[in-house]
């Protein structure tokens, strides 16, 4: 679906715009909502991350073992058929 960003300065440009979108089937999003919890853009609902998760521990796991973003893909992310 194609996208365009509209810039306004008069709060009444946007609630026209809310308008117009019930009648010509369009969607409005703010960069308000993008703070929100969840957000969809072209239809993938984008959640943000927790970051209260500790990764230090996989550290030890991934360091100093060589290993590149197309080795990961070639070996380990193939589809089984």
Same mark, same amino acid.
């Given at each position: 679906?194609?996208?365009?960003?509209? +810039?306004?300065?008069?709060?009444?440009?946007?609630?026209?715009?809310?308008?117009?979108? +019930?009648?010509? $089937?369009?969607?409005?999003?703010?960069?308000?909502?993008?703070?929100?919890?969840?957000?969809?853009?072209?239809?993938?609902?984008?959640?943000?991350?927790?970051?209260?998760?500790?990764?230090?521990?996989?550290? $030890?796991?991934?360091?100093?073992?060589?290993? $590149?973003?197309?080795?990961?893909?070639?070996?380990?992310?193939?589809?089984?058929?």
């Amino acid at each position: 679906m194609p996208e365009i960003v509209i +810039k306004y300065k008069n709060p009444k440009t946007l609630q026209a715009l809310k308008d117009f979108a +019930k009648y010509f $089937d369009f969607v409005i999003s703010s960069k308000k909502n993008m703070k929100e919890e969840e957000f969809s853009i072209r239809g993938v609902t984008i959640l943000p991350g927790d970051s209260s998760i500790d990764t230090s521990e996989l550290v $030890d796991i991934f360091s100093n073992k060589n290993i $590149d973003a197309k080795t990961l893909r070639s070996e380990a992310w193939q589809r089984r058929k």
